[in-house]
């Protein structure tokens, strides 16, 4: 029921965290993998550590926030793999300052006002633009194909006020939610669904690693009410639900996978 084996997978952003743990997942249950991320260097490293645990995964190197590359990128990886069943549009950023410091009080410069109006344009277009246009150039694929899947990585700030995380964030994952099911109604009378997975806190590379310092992960594994951030692996049971026939009849729904955060 959740096999993906033999499946055309591409995850962008996959040569770090969430997406390198979905890239996992879908390497370890048989998926046939490509990867398109901006970094190179992070992307061979992945592949590497991937080729031990299964097939080693096709790479690109894309800037997806540019519509020419997302476009090159995947339809590259389109031809590679032989198809596409699923792409999980995961590549973002944090936006900018905006964390809690690891004393737990609010950092100053995340204040609304103080926020650099390029961070907005440069968070709008990467969290954004890298999923618009992804999706642009894969949806005639999967429309020829007759059937598709794609999943995105939003996040709880889609659905739920911040203070730990800047403004620009909030509005760029707003938006992703709204893409989402936009998407999702427009895409299903050709089989193609669309779905978003939510993450909480989660200990990633991102905001320049500060999520994996200890001390941070101990101020925010407070507001989780199971007492944790999450690791990047806890995102993969439900990367398998939305890849798999397990998730035949979901589309258009944001699966949040928090530890409670948005509770409180
Ligand atoms: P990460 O920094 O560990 O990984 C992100 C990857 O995306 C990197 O390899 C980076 O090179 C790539 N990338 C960034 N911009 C790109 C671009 N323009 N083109 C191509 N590749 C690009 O971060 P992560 O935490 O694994 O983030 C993955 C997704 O999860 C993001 O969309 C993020 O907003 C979302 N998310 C993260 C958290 C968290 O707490 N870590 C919580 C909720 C949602």
């Known amino acids: 029921l959740f096999s993906v084996e033999g499946k055309r997978i591409v995850v962008t952003g996959g040569a770090s965290g ?25 992307m061979e490293a992945a592949a590497q550590r991937l080729a031990q645990i299964g097939r080693r995964p096709e790479l690109a190197c894309a800037n997806l926030a540019n519509p020419d590359e997302a476009r090159a990128s995947l339809e590259g990886l389109h031809r590679v793999l032989g198809g596409l069943d699923v792409l999980f549009a995961n590549a973002g950023i944090s936006g900018g300052p905006g964390f809690l410091g690891a004393d737990g ?4 410069a995340n204040r609304f006002e ?12 990467v969290n ?6 992804s999706a642009q150039a894969v949806v005639p694929l999967m429309k020829a194909a007759g059937q598709g899947r794609i999943v995105v990585t939003s996040s709880i700030s889609a659905s739920k006020t911040e203070l730990m995380v800047g403004s620009a964030y909030v509005a760029s994952k707003g938006a992703v939610g709204m893409l989402v099911r936009q998407l999702a109604h427009e895409l299903a009378g050709y089989g193609i669904l669309v779905n978003a997975i939510c993450p909480g806190p989660t200990a990633t590379q991102i905001a320049g690693g500060r999520l994996q310092d200890a001390a941070m992960q101990d101020v925010l594994g407070r507001f ?9 692996q806890d995102i993969q049971g439900v990367a398998l639900l939305l890849a798999s026939r397990a998730g035949d009849y979901i589309t258009g729904t944001e699966i949040t996978v928090d530890g409670g955060t948005h509770l409180g």
């Open 18 to 42: 969430i997406g390198y743990a979905i890239a996992e997942a879908m390497t370890m249950n048989g998926a046939l993998v490509g990867i398109v991320d901006m970094s190179a260097e992070r």
């Open 105 to 108: 009080a609010r950092v100053e």
């Open 114 to 125: 103080a926020i650099d109006p390029g961070v907005l344009e440069r968070t709008l277009s």
């Open 128 to 133: 954004v633009g890298s999923v618009f246009h």
């Open 224 to 232: 989780a009410p199971l007492g944790r951030i999450a690791s990047p």
